[in-house]
């Protein structure tokens, strides 16, 4: 019996979330997705100390402020890993803007033109690029501007809303990532509830929502499940378009030869009782503003993202002291 790994690789496309390339090369995925805390687990590791220094070489000799040198191996390092991702798969590489910038549309489109300029400078043509954007009003709008002005495909983040996905479909970005397991870890906390079967996981059935809406009307904007706590919810998404899984799950669906059933199709889309919502920027913020947990989320979400970028960034400036000082 093939492996429930193998048998998903049939229905969905899987993607590797995580920024360790022997993981990578170990499950083949077609796509791999990084963040700031996956960069920065990566980059305490002896194996990738040699990617830290030639960032660092890279912002010294670039120049400018402290704080610009500091931006710019930032973004060398996050390209550094997303190049030598794209060596070990076919398909693309997500790259995430600094969530810190989740409230300025302009910095963040600046910021991923920049991401996207340092992979032109590689070789690397952008539609193998996934640029990362957090799924607020300015994030999708930032998405909307990259993909009809600048041609950026962009993979919008921390999706908790049927709000978020709406916005997100209407401003026609190329892909989104609702996080299946942080919703279902909100509603574990709220309610007291220690255990919910795949089928009735508040994640799962989140997900299959925003599928479903988005094949009967068509939207062109794919969806890639994301944040999994157990492979039973990976399951239960067998037939969506993406799932980005960790290592430690895609090891337990290699060991798994249980049978696979395709339980998302465009068919079954089709005859879903759902009506077409159109959201303006008030309506999107009344409706996003409705759901506790989707506010929550993402609020916890960006604060924990940009909580890593600032390590970081510590991370850098010490060892920027030590080469300027000749350590």
């Given at each position: 019996?093939?492996?429930?790994l193998h048998q998903l690789k049939k229905y969905t496309v899987v993607v590797a979330d995580t920024g360790d390339f022997n993981a990578i090369e ?108 957090s799924s607020t009003w300015e994030g999708i709008q930032a998405g909307k501007e990259l993909e009809e002005k600048h041609g950026v495909h962009c ?173």
């Open positions: 019996m093939e492996s429930a170990e499950y083949k995925p077609q796509d791999a997705t990084t963040n700031p805390s996956l960069i920065l687990a990566a980059a305490k590791m002896p194996a990738y100390q040699h990617m830290m220094d030639q960032a660092i070489k890279y912002g010294i000799a670039k120049g400018g402020t402290e704080e610009e040198q500091v931006t710019n191996i930032m973004d060398k390092l996050f390209v550094g890993f997303g190049l030598e991702i794209l060596k070990k798969i076919p398909g693309r590489v997500s790259t995430e803007v600094d969530a810190r910038l989740s409230y300025d549309k302009d910095e963040m489109v600046a910021r991923a033109l920049r991401l996207i300029a340092l992979y032109e400078e590689a070789g690397i043509d952008k539609e193998r690029i996934l640029i990362k954007l993979n919008m983040t921390l999706l908790f809303s049927f709000a978020q996905a709406v916005a997100c479909a209407e401003a026609k970005v190329t892909l989104i990532s609702p996080f299946v397991g942080r919703i279902l870890d909100w509603y574990k906390e709220s309610t007291g509830r220690k255990s919910y079967e795949p089928h009735e996981d508040p994640g799962v059935i989140s997900v299959t929502k925003i599928y479903n809406y988005y094949k009967k009307f068509g939207y062109t904007t794919v969806v890639m499940g994301a944040s999994f706590r157990n492979t039973g919810e990976v399951k239960a998404l067998a037939g969506c378009d993406l799932l980005t899984i960790s290592p430690s799950l895609l090891e337990e669906l290699s060991q798994d030869h249980g049978t696979i059933k395709e339980l998302l199709n465009e068919k079954n889309a089709k005859d879903c009782d759902l009506d077409k919502v159109h959201l303006d920027e008030k309506a999107f913020r009344w409706e996003h503003n409705e759901d506790r947990m989707a506010v929550e989320k993402l609020s916890d979400g960006i604060r924990k993202f940009a909580a890593d970028a600032v390590k970081l960034e510590s991370m850098i400036k010490e060892k920027v002291l030590h080469v300027k000082n000749g350590q």
